[in-house]
């Protein structure tokens, strides 16, 4: 601009031109040059691949984990019309409104090293469940009524064990019609997930979690908390006693009734077992609620008195707490004598889980004995049936007489 001022003047034009022109060209040559540069410091930096991450993150794992197989990475992406982010977020509200608790984030990732349609669950970095899903295909479910069978590749159902089929989605109207119950490759998943998260509900409840639900608590009653926590109940016993709740999957959103019970007993027992069988009396509507059919009925199978006794004679009393000696031979056939009622009485149940009702003093121990064989089946007491529920018994469970005295 200075250069074509000075042109105006008496100076001679032609050097000026001429130095004019020198100038444009330096300067276009050195955009030019800077576009370049610009443009390959752009690419380098996406081609660049992401900064690892510091190893004191790689040494923390996450709290709720889904590896998935290449196959099924159009599960979860949303251009491939895939649904299962949304899903486990409606899950994750599901769990707060059904157990009070806030399941963590889930995180989804890729895992080459898997089958193509396979997927692992992992809580804090240790798997608790795997499955198979087929991407494109409709999960057709034996209900037990089925009509005709219907063409398919066989399976089982992941969450609850239950024989299945693969079909085409074209065969969707003739499954349904047949009596099977037809679900989507992503449902398969999310379910099988969330029962999962459920049988495990008690090892997401850290200490961190127990602080943040006891915060949430002090808003609506601040009153309960100051009082209670941590002078009469420390944060760690009231961890241990949500986890055993959570392990028969007792809801917990009534927080104010369970801390209200524990400061009541806390300062009689420090035995979490016998405080969470006072915090179950406390629940008992809630409990009755989760296994009552709409009519009020609940139906139950309940143990001959002989072997309520017995159970109860094994138990060894001390300042200690409370060991239970049984033979483990014994054992055995109490369970195998519970499955086989469950068994026979559970077609019977239209879908309801089945239910063991028991003297309140061998609950917690009948419990401990049926939950590897049998962790689906409730075990209740007398003590936590409310009124208004009207208990029918569908079985009794007895020993045969050759079986070892009792």
């Known amino acids: 601009m200075f250069l074509v001022v000075l042109m105006m003047t008496?100076?001679?034009?032609?050097?000026?031109?001429?130095?004019?022109?020198?100038?444009?060209?330096?300067?276009?040559?050195?955009?030019?040059?800077?576009?370049?540069?610009?443009?390959?410091?752009?690419?380098?930096a996406k081609a660049k691949p992401e900064r690892e991450e510091r190893p004191e993150k790689l040494i923390l794992p996450d709290p709720m984990e889904v590896?998935?197989?290449?196959g099924l990475i159009r599960l979860v992406d949303r251009k491939q019309g895939g649904d299962l982010l949304d899903r486990i977020t409606n899950m994750r509200r599901q769990m707060a409104q059904e157990l009070g608790i806030v399941v963590p984030p889930v995180r989804i990732r890729d895992n080459i090293q898997l089958q193509p349609n396979q997927y692992h669950v992992k809580i804090r970095g240790g798997k608790v469940a795997e499955g198979e899903v087929l991407p494109g295909h409709l999960l057709a479910i034996d209900s037990g009524m089925v009509v005709d069978k219907v063409a398919g590749t066989p399976t089982t159902e992941p969450a609850f064990g239950l024989p299945a089929?693969?079909?085409?989605?074209?065969?969707?109207?003739?499954?349904?019609?047949?009596?099977?119950?037809?679900?989507?490759a992503s449902s398969v998943l999310s379910t099988h997930l969330t029962e999962t998260i459920k049988r495990h509900a008690d090892e997401l409840v850290t200490r961190h979690e127990v602080n943040r639900l006891l915060d949430n608590l002090k808003e609506r009653s601040p009153k309960l908390v100051e009082e209670l926590v941590p002078t009469v109940i420390k944060p760690g016993e009231i961890q241990k006693a949500l986890q055993y709740l959570l392990r028969e999957r007792v809801p917990i959103r009534d927080l104010e009734t369970i801390l209200e019970t524990l400061g009541d007993w806390a300062s009689r027992t420090k035995d979490p077992d016998v405080l969470v069988e006072y915090v179950r009396t406390a629940l008992a509507r809630t409990i009755c609620d989760q296994y009552r059919a709409e009519s009020g009925t609940l139906a139950c199978i309940t143990f001959d008195p002989k072997i309520e006794e017995s159970i109860g004679a094994h138990l060894e009393v001390s300042e200690h707490g409370t060991l239970w000696a049984m033979p483990p031979n014994l054992q055995t056939k109490i369970v195998q004598a519970v499955k086989s009622e469950v068994d026979r009485v559970l077609p019977s149940l239209e879908g309801r889980a089945a239910v063991i009702l028991?003297?309140?003093?061998?609950?917690?121990?009948?419990?401990r004995m049926l939950e590897a064989s049998l962790p689906h089946v409730a075990v209740l007491s007398y003590n936590e049936i409310v009124r208004g529920v009207q208990v029918e018994s569908r079985g009794m469970v007895v020993l045969n007489d050759e079986s070892e005295d009792v």
């Open 358 to 367: 028991c003297a309140p003093r061998v609950r917690l121990w009948v419990r």
């Open 165 to 184: 089929l693969w079909i085409a989605q074209d065969q969707r109207q003739p499954a349904e019609r047949n009596n099977y119950t037809v679900v989507e």
């Open 67 to 70: 590896e998935v197989g290449y």
């Open 10 to 44: 008496p100076l001679p034009k032609i050097p000026l031109m001429g130095l004019a022109g020198a100038v444009f060209g330096i300067s276009t040559i050195k955009i030019r040059k800077g576009k370049e540069e610009d443009a390959e410091k752009a690419a380098a």
